[in-house]
Protein backbone atom coordinates (compact mmCIF):
# COMPACT_ATOMS: atom_id res chain seq x y z
CA UNK A 1 0.00 0.00 0.00
CA UNK A 2 1.22 3.35 -1.25
CA UNK A 3 1.06 5.56 2.16
CA UNK A 4 -0.23 9.37 1.94
CA UNK A 5 2.69 11.75 1.85
CA UNK A 6 1.10 14.84 1.67
CA UNK A 7 -1.32 13.96 4.54
CA UNK A 8 -1.36 12.98 7.94
CA UNK A 9 -3.32 11.29 10.58
CA UNK A 10 -4.19 12.71 14.11
CA UNK A 11 -5.26 10.42 16.69
CA UNK A 12 -6.91 12.51 19.50
CA UNK A 13 -6.48 11.49 23.06
CA UNK A 14 -6.91 7.62 23.09
CA UNK A 15 -5.86 7.68 26.44
CA UNK A 16 -7.50 5.09 29.66
CA UNK A 17 -8.92 8.06 31.32
CA UNK A 18 -11.38 8.57 28.12
CA UNK A 19 -11.78 4.64 27.97
CA UNK A 20 -14.57 2.47 30.21
CA UNK A 21 -13.14 2.47 33.30
CA UNK A 22 -11.42 5.93 33.13
CA UNK A 23 -12.11 8.82 34.82
CA UNK A 24 -13.87 11.00 32.63
CA UNK A 25 -14.56 7.54 30.37
CA UNK A 26 -16.54 8.61 26.85
CA UNK A 27 -19.40 5.27 26.17
CA UNK A 28 -17.27 2.53 24.07
CA UNK A 29 -14.31 4.52 24.18
CA UNK A 30 -12.04 1.92 23.90
CA UNK A 31 -13.67 0.69 20.22
CA UNK A 32 -12.05 3.61 18.46
CA UNK A 33 -8.53 1.91 18.94
CA UNK A 34 -8.98 -0.59 16.45
CA UNK A 35 -9.67 1.54 13.94
CA UNK A 36 -7.08 4.10 14.82
CA UNK A 37 -4.62 1.19 14.31
CA UNK A 38 -5.76 0.51 11.42
CA UNK A 39 -5.64 3.97 9.86
CA UNK A 40 -2.24 4.34 10.73
CA UNK A 41 -0.96 2.01 8.20
CA UNK A 42 -2.23 4.49 5.62
CA UNK A 43 0.07 7.26 6.56
CA UNK A 44 3.37 8.49 6.30
CA UNK A 45 2.62 11.08 8.91
CA UNK A 46 1.22 9.89 12.12
CA UNK A 47 0.75 12.41 15.16
CA UNK A 48 -1.17 11.36 18.54
CA UNK A 49 -2.40 13.84 21.31
CA UNK A 50 -2.05 13.58 24.76
CA UNK A 51 -4.36 14.97 27.65
CA UNK A 52 -1.50 16.03 30.41
CA UNK A 53 -2.87 18.16 33.06
CA UNK A 54 -1.55 19.40 36.59
CA UNK A 55 -3.06 17.88 39.39
CA UNK A 56 -4.16 21.45 40.53
CA UNK A 57 -5.83 22.32 37.03
CA UNK A 58 -8.55 25.01 37.02
CA UNK A 59 -10.58 23.19 34.49
CA UNK A 60 -10.74 20.54 37.46
CA UNK A 61 -14.06 20.39 39.27
CA UNK A 62 -12.15 19.56 42.90
CA UNK A 63 -10.51 22.36 42.18
CA UNK A 64 -13.28 24.84 41.76
CA UNK A 65 -16.63 25.74 43.47
CA UNK A 66 -18.85 24.08 40.94
CA UNK A 67 -20.10 20.61 40.68
CA UNK A 68 -18.15 18.68 37.58
CA UNK A 69 -20.14 18.92 33.96
CA UNK A 70 -21.45 22.82 35.35
CA UNK A 71 -20.35 25.99 33.19
CA UNK A 72 -18.03 28.51 34.63
CA UNK A 73 -16.53 31.40 33.20
CA UNK A 74 -12.66 31.88 32.76
CA UNK A 75 -10.63 34.77 31.26
CA UNK A 76 -10.44 32.92 28.07
CA UNK A 77 -14.37 32.21 27.77
CA UNK A 78 -16.71 29.40 29.07
CA UNK A 79 -15.21 26.37 30.96
CA UNK A 80 -16.88 23.13 31.52
CA UNK A 81 -15.59 21.66 35.03
CA UNK A 82 -14.44 18.08 34.95
CA UNK A 83 -13.81 15.09 36.97
CA UNK A 84 -10.17 15.03 37.48
CA UNK A 85 -8.47 13.06 34.33
CA UNK A 86 -5.27 12.11 33.07
CA UNK A 87 -3.02 13.54 35.26
CA UNK A 88 0.51 13.86 34.30
CA UNK A 89 2.63 10.59 34.80
CA UNK A 90 -0.85 8.32 35.71
CA UNK A 91 -1.93 5.50 34.29
CA UNK A 92 -5.26 7.65 33.71
CA UNK A 93 -2.78 9.47 31.34
CA UNK A 94 -1.51 6.88 29.25
CA UNK A 95 -2.11 5.80 26.16
CA UNK A 96 -4.89 2.84 25.90
CA UNK A 97 -2.45 -0.27 25.92
CA UNK A 98 -3.88 -1.91 22.60
CA UNK A 99 -3.19 1.28 20.77
CA UNK A 100 -0.19 1.35 18.48
CA UNK A 101 2.01 4.15 19.21
CA UNK A 102 5.30 3.12 18.03
CA UNK A 103 4.47 4.61 14.66
CA UNK A 104 4.05 7.73 15.64
CA UNK A 105 5.77 10.76 14.86
CA UNK A 106 4.95 13.20 17.45
CA UNK A 107 3.07 13.83 20.53
CA UNK A 108 1.59 16.41 21.60
CA UNK A 109 0.75 16.85 25.02
CA UNK A 110 -1.73 19.61 26.02
CA UNK A 111 -3.96 21.07 28.71
CA UNK A 112 -0.16 21.54 31.00
CA UNK A 113 -0.62 25.06 32.19
CA UNK A 114 -2.87 25.12 34.88
CA UNK A 115 -5.22 27.92 33.64
CA UNK A 116 -6.15 27.09 30.94
CA UNK A 117 -7.38 24.11 29.58
CA UNK A 118 -6.82 22.56 25.84
CA UNK A 119 -9.50 20.86 23.83
CA UNK A 120 -7.88 21.43 20.30
CA UNK A 121 -4.84 20.08 19.20
CA UNK A 122 -3.37 23.43 17.40
CA UNK A 123 -4.14 25.95 20.11
CA UNK A 124 -4.93 26.04 23.58
CA UNK A 125 -8.80 27.07 24.59
CA UNK A 126 -7.59 31.11 24.12
CA UNK A 127 -7.65 30.42 20.93
CA UNK A 128 -4.19 32.08 20.37
CA UNK A 129 -1.62 29.95 22.28
CA UNK A 130 -0.52 27.51 19.88
CA UNK A 131 1.07 24.48 20.44
CA UNK A 132 3.14 24.22 17.36
CA UNK A 133 1.49 21.47 15.45
CA UNK A 134 0.56 23.90 12.39
CA UNK A 135 3.82 24.63 11.63
CA UNK A 136 5.35 20.82 12.05
CA UNK A 137 2.78 20.00 9.38
CA UNK A 138 3.53 22.94 7.21
CA UNK A 139 7.55 22.21 7.78
CA UNK A 140 6.60 18.31 6.26
CA UNK A 141 4.26 19.69 3.51
CA UNK A 142 0.89 17.89 4.77
CA UNK A 143 -2.18 19.92 3.30
CA UNK A 144 -4.61 16.94 4.20
CA UNK A 145 -5.35 15.86 8.11
CA UNK A 146 -7.39 12.79 9.16
CA UNK A 147 -8.70 12.92 12.83
CA UNK A 148 -9.80 10.34 14.99
CA UNK A 149 -10.40 9.53 18.73
CA UNK A 150 -12.20 10.82 21.98
CA UNK A 151 -14.26 12.71 21.95
CA UNK A 152 -16.15 13.78 19.06
CA UNK A 153 -18.04 16.80 20.30
CA UNK A 154 -14.49 18.29 22.32
CA UNK A 155 -11.18 17.43 21.54
CA UNK A 156 -11.59 16.42 17.56
CA UNK A 157 -13.99 18.78 17.41
CA UNK A 158 -12.05 21.65 18.72
CA UNK A 159 -8.96 20.25 16.66
CA UNK A 160 -11.03 19.91 13.11
CA UNK A 161 -12.60 23.15 13.46
CA UNK A 162 -8.55 24.41 14.26
CA UNK A 163 -7.34 22.56 11.45
CA UNK A 164 -10.16 24.07 8.93
CA UNK A 165 -9.32 27.54 9.97
CA UNK A 166 -5.69 27.18 9.94
CA UNK A 167 -6.13 25.99 6.14
CA UNK A 168 -5.88 22.78 5.89
CA UNK A 169 -8.13 19.73 4.17
CA UNK A 170 -9.70 18.19 7.49
CA UNK A 171 -11.78 15.06 7.35
CA UNK A 172 -13.53 13.11 10.42
CA UNK A 173 -13.73 9.53 11.00
CA UNK A 174 -16.31 9.03 12.36
CA UNK A 175 -16.78 5.36 13.37
CA UNK A 176 -13.10 6.09 14.77
CA UNK A 177 -14.73 8.54 17.38
CA UNK A 178 -16.83 8.61 20.52
CA UNK A 179 -18.75 11.12 21.86
CA UNK A 180 -19.62 12.66 25.16
CA UNK A 181 -22.83 14.27 23.77
CA UNK A 182 -22.93 16.95 26.82
CA UNK A 183 -26.44 18.53 26.57
CA UNK A 184 -26.46 18.53 22.85
CA UNK A 185 -23.01 18.89 21.90
CA UNK A 186 -22.48 15.93 19.22
CA UNK A 187 -25.22 17.39 17.29
CA UNK A 188 -23.74 20.52 17.44
CA UNK A 189 -20.38 19.67 16.74
CA UNK A 190 -20.93 18.14 13.34
CA UNK A 191 -23.18 21.07 12.83
CA UNK A 192 -20.17 23.10 13.42
CA UNK A 193 -17.63 21.36 11.33
CA UNK A 194 -19.71 20.52 8.42
CA UNK A 195 -20.71 24.50 7.82
CA UNK A 196 -16.66 24.53 7.89
CA UNK A 197 -16.25 21.80 4.69
CA UNK A 198 -15.08 19.12 7.16
CA UNK A 199 -15.41 15.66 6.06
CA UNK A 200 -17.39 12.95 7.79
CA UNK A 201 -16.49 9.70 6.69
CA UNK A 202 -16.81 6.17 7.77
CA UNK A 203 -13.33 3.67 8.12
CA UNK A 204 -14.87 1.44 5.37
CA UNK A 205 -15.08 4.38 2.90
CA UNK A 206 -11.36 4.32 2.68
Known sequence: MTKQTNSALILIDIQNDFC???KLAVVDGDQVVAVANKLQVQFETTILTQDWHPADHKS?????????FTLIEMPYG???LWPDHCIQGSQGAAFHKDLETDGADLVIRKGFRPEIDSYSAFFENDHETSTGL????????VTNLMMAGLATDFCVRY???DAAKLGFEV??????C???DLDG??????EEMLSLGIKRIQSGDL
Do not use: K
Not at 134 to 141: D, N, Q
Not at 171 to 176: A, I, L, P, Q, R
Open 60 to 68: FASNQSGEA
Open 20 to 22: PGG
Open 178 to 180: RAI
Open 159 to 161: SAV
Open 171 to 176: TVVEDG
Open 185 to 190: SLDAAW
Open 78 to 80: SQV
Open 134 to 141: AGYLRERA
